[in-house]
């Protein structure tokens, strides 16, 4: 796969699709872009080129723990880098989760370079603030508390990183444990002041401010309840929610198959609601 520099970073990436208007796909939680491939090769079969990538910190790119801004933050400016480059600007933007709040910020951050937002599993809640906070960091900061970097590199998904791209090891191993302390605890608050905000990372006027179309489909569990999608649906100016997932599951995340099986389902009502919308 090709590999960008965006802002001094390596970041992997990968286009599905010839030809069309050109769409910008992020996975959920930590996940490389094996996370949003299946997806993405179904929304180019409708007639969209397809750009999926590894975030920073994230699959096989440089991993790079550093910014004042949020990580979100920081991924929605890479976005918006790697497109400028690939002459795909402006674009149509989603995710999944994580992914969502990316696309969410990439619009209020790039209002002007995006066409139309595809938002599914939206994030929001004190239970998926809190569960996240410590997922996408706490734990990482005990890590750096109790055996410095060497500590850090030995959780699961920094070794992952490692395996992928070897260079990741020593990018980490020559960082300040206290320099990751201080970024992590920051990104860290950045999640928990965000625990009560209608989607995490953006306030009910922020939304209202996005005035593209926007396609929603909500989540079904506790992390991505029903009612922040819909509720992130009366907040957005253009938008429309399609619940694919009316069955609840009453735990942190619902069965991944459960998605994986919708995925030709999800490309066909994006894509309608494209055509719709006139993005073309």
Known sequence: MPIANVRGVHINYQILGNSGPWV???PGGRRDLSGIEL????????GYRVVIFDRRNTGASDVVIDGDDSEYEIWADDIHVLLHQLGALPAIVGGSSSG??????FALRHPESVRALLLWRVTGGRFAGERLAEEYYGQFITAAKAGGMAGVCALEHWRERIAARPANRDALMKMDPARFIEVMSRWR?????????????ATE???R????????????DLTHGRQTGEGLGRLLQKSEVHVLFPKHHDAPLGPREEWDEKVG??????????Q???IN
Do not use: Q, W
């Open 39 to 46: 997806l993405a090769g179904k929304v180019a079969e409708t």
């Open 205 to 207: 006027a922020d939304l």
């Open 24 to 26: 910008a796909l992020s």
């Open 276 to 278: 719709r919308s006139k």
């Open 209 to 220: 401010s996005i005035e593209v179309p926007a396609c929603i489909v909500p989540g079904n």
């Open 189 to 201: 608050e950045y999640f928990l002041k965000g625990a009560d905000l209608p989607v995490i990372g």
């Open 100 to 105: 969502c709040r990316t696309a969410l910020l």
């Open 265 to 274: 389902e999800m490309a066909a009502l994006f894509s309608d609601f494209l």
